[in-house]
């Protein structure tokens, strides 16, 4: 048993060697995107390759994509808790994990996004005169909301596990956990049981919350041809559920296969999750189709426009490989997967995922440029700069450093875990 | 933490929560349009003519797309040609038959496209700059209240609290609005390349930043200080640019209203704006003479 409880704390006592290059090629990354935002910031928004018509570029692609990653963890985690899905619980907090570094990512997105971030704090100055009327102050409002109750979420069970691993270590890292661990009193367990449940009640509606809202900034526009859609918030959610299980499935077999894991973190787990991720892929799909059929059938010309580009102009390629290969190939795999019994091959769901929350980054980079590309009387011409690219390789290296350098700080896995083996 | 002092931390969290409600109950009850930082820092405009509603109309059959509307317009409100060019007047050459919403062999930003051999026979200009909507789209995304609808009906920028996030220009449906990609460079005095004649720059308009929004004023400058007209009405050679204050019914605007049939652009969104089209038929020959 305390054999047990040892393996799941070994990311927090030991590093292993190949843990410094890791984190030194991201930091690598990371640096390199900090010089190109300091460009960015001496020069202008300019360095990029936004004009006057496509507005918005790879960043807003980000914001949209973090977002929807970050709706997986919790959903997650409030599932484990309020459906009493306990098999699930292995992988609660690598999920929550992922949220909170994602929704930091989303809100980091935003402000690179800003001609003016030196003013930022107006946002928060300007609050309560621009809440009942912006869709951005009301995404603001979701997302912060989101956040503060997410990391709550994570933290308030998460006290007894750093409790067990202070017992358990000594030097500074027992100092870390004391610190981690303030206002401790015997027997909270049973109160923060209580707390968590009724967290886990709050968040589930505050998490479709601030993905209609994210999907109602761009759908509110009435003279934006495919963003002006009353179903965008089912649209973007279902976009999200998707994308992030994808990447949970994703980070739970790199864990697995890096803590061995693999009898704690079992295949079972990774059948449920792909099934799921099949069946929201496939009821994507059935909804771009709609969505491209209303704008083909009806025929008004911007949304004839938009959906052309999107089928057989410019952004074809990028479309018909996203969907085949990112969208298509993936859920066949899984839904094929699923009607065989007992057997997952774990490797090759999560590089199936992979390809999925790729071609769900791509998927909200069409959302964004094609429907930008078209103003009166002018189409814009947009083409991510180096500046861009290097900042969106920064703002993937980033969340990875983040994550990594957590798994040291944060107990993995619940030990809870544990008593239910 | 014991009991008593977890019931004290609540109390004082419930003190501030109030506090914080009270307070924006507070700034709800001043005038909305007004927000709080405009009173601190902010572009300062001239007051507001109270009751007034400013409109543009523009005759497409006079028009002979000269363009010496769109760089007198420059030069009065200080639009930095370098780098990017921007300009706050569009004007577009279309074929005859050729439809508004077009979007078909139609130049990317930033072609340059010669007009000095307009005007074309057949051909029309299609010209057009900030529609000043009386339901503004833009205004209504604004994070900051930094574009607002003013009382005599301009939609105006505050350029000292925008912050760039282009949420306006994602909103506006008639791409009306532009953004400093860069610095904006100004030389103290620059050259019309309509007419050869050289211009300072203008004191009463104030000089934008890099990163935020800017657009069609109606000569804020101008109309709120006596001058009856924005500057690309008085120097339009052929008066195809007509201004005035729908409100007053003795204006120029709205005599035109009554007597012509006019054509506002995309009124399907409801946006309702305050530039209207309409022509007394071709004002030029076939040879594209003068009539």
Redesign the interface.
């Known amino acids: 048993m305390t054999d047990n409880v040892d393996r799941m704390l070994r990311p927090l006592m030991h590093t292993s060697r190949e843990f410094y290059p890791f984190v030194a090629i991201l930091g690598l990354v990371f640096v390199v995107s900090v010089y190109a935002y300091q460009q960015q910031l001496v020069?202008?928004?300019?360095v990029?390759g936004?004009?006057?018509?496509t507005?918005?570029g790879v960043y807003i692609a980000n914001f949209i994509f973090f977002i929807g990653i970050s709706h997986a963890g919790i959903a997650v985690s409030a599932a484990v808790r309020l459906l009493n899905a306990h098999r699930y619980k292995p992988i609660a907090r690598i999920a929550e994990l992922l949220t909170i570094v994602s929704l930091i990512m989303a809100g980091m997105s935003?402000v690179i996004?800003?001609?003016?971030?030196d003013?930022?704090m107006?946002?928060i100055?300007?609050y309560?005169?621009?809440f009942?009327?912006?869709?951005?102050?009301w995404d603001?409002t979701a997302v912060a909301t989101y956040l503060v109750l997410s990391t709550t979420y994570l933290y308030l069970p998460m006290r007894r596990d750093i409790k067990v691993a202070m017992e358990r270590s000594t030097g500074w890292r027992a100092r870390l956990f004391k610190y981690m661990l303030p206002?401790y009193?015997e027997g909270e367990e049973a109160t923060i049981d209580r707390l968590s449940f009724w967290l886990a009640v709050t968040i589930l509606p505050v998490m479709v919350m601030v993905h209609t809202t994210v999907a109602w900034?761009?759908s509110?526009?009435?003279?934006?041809p495919l963003w002006f859609n009353a179903f965008a918030g089912p649209y973007y959610i279902v976009a999200a559920v998707a994308s992030g299980i994808a990447s949970v499935m994703v980070i739970a077999a790199v864990v697995r296969k890096i803590y061995h894991w693999e009898d704690i973190i079992k295949p079972d787990l990774f059948r449920g999750l792909s099934n799921f991720t099949a069946m929201t892929t496939l009821v994507y799909l059935y909804m771009m189709m709609a969505e491209q059929l209303a704008a083909l059938f009806a025929g008004p010309?911007?949304e004839v426009?938009v959906s052309e580009e999107w089928l057989f102009g410019s952004f074809a390629a990028l479309f018909w490989l996203m969907t085949t290969l990112g969208l298509v190939i993936p859920f066949l795999y899984m839904l094929v997967q699923a009607f065989r019994k007992d057997y997952v091959n774990i490797e090759w769901t999560a590089a199936m995922s992979l390809m999925l929350v790729i071609a769900f980054w791509f998927k909200r980079y069409m959302i964004i440029v094609p429907t930008?590309s078209?103003?009166?009387?002018?189409?814009?011409?947009y083409s991510p700069t180096w500046t861009e690219i290097a900042i969106l390789l920064g703002s993937f290296a980033l969340p990875l450093l983040l994550y990594t350098v957590l798994t040291k700080v944060v107990p993995l896995m619940e030990l809870e875990v544990e008593h239910d083996a | 933490m014991s009991n008593s002092s977890r019931r004290d931390f609540f109390k004082k969290a419930g003190a501030a929560g109030i506090f914080i409600a009270l307070s924006n109950v507070a700034t709800k009850m001043r005038n909305v349009s007004t927000p709080i930082i405009r009173n601190i820092v902010g572009t300062v405009y001239p007051k507001a003519v109270k009751g007034a509603s400013f409109g543009m109309m523009i005759d497409v059959g006079a028009c002979i797309g000269c363009r010496r509307c769109l760089h007198a317009c420059k030069l009065e409100n200080n639009v930095p040609d370098a780098p990017g060019n921007m300009h706050w007047i569009d004007l577009f050459e279309m074929e005859n038959r050729s439809p508004v919403t077009e979007v078909e062999n139609i130049p990317p930003v930033g072609a340059v496209i010669d007009y000095t051999d307009s005007p074309k026979p057949d051909h029309w200009y299609f010209t057009f700059n900030c529609f000043h909507c009386d339901n503004p789209p833009c205004t209504k995304v604004c994070p900051t209240g930094a574009t607002y609808k003013d009382e005599d009906g301009l939609v105006l920028i505050n350029y000292d609290i925008c912050i760039g996030c282009r949420y306006c220009m994602a909103a506006c449906p008639y791409n009306a609005r532009r953004f400093n990609w860069w610095n904006p460079e100004l030389p103290p005095s620059r050259v019309n390349p309509i007419d050869g004649s050289v211009e300072p720059l203008n004191e009463a308009v104030p000089l934008r930043v890099r990163g935020v929004n800017e657009k069609c004023t109606f000569c804020v400058h101008r109309i709120r200080n006596g001058n009856p007209v924005p500057r690309c009405v008085e120097v339009c050679p052929v008066r195809a640019r007509h201004f005035g204050d729908f409100n007053d019914p003795n204006s120029e605007v709205s005599r035109l209203l009554k007597t012509e049939r006019t054509l506002r652009i995309r009124e399907n969104l409801g946006t309702s704006p305050k530039l209207y089209y309409f022509t007394r038929g071709v004002k030029w020959s076939k040879d594209g003479e003068k009539l």
């Open positions: 020069y202008g928004m300019g990029t936004l004009n006057d018509v507005i918005w935003i996004d800003l001609g003016r971030p003013r930022a107006l946002l100055l300007e309560a005169n621009r009942m009327y912006s869709p951005l102050v603001i206002l009193e900034i761009f509110l526009l009435s003279s934006r010309s911007g426009f930008l078209i103003g009166v009387q002018q189409v814009g011409i």
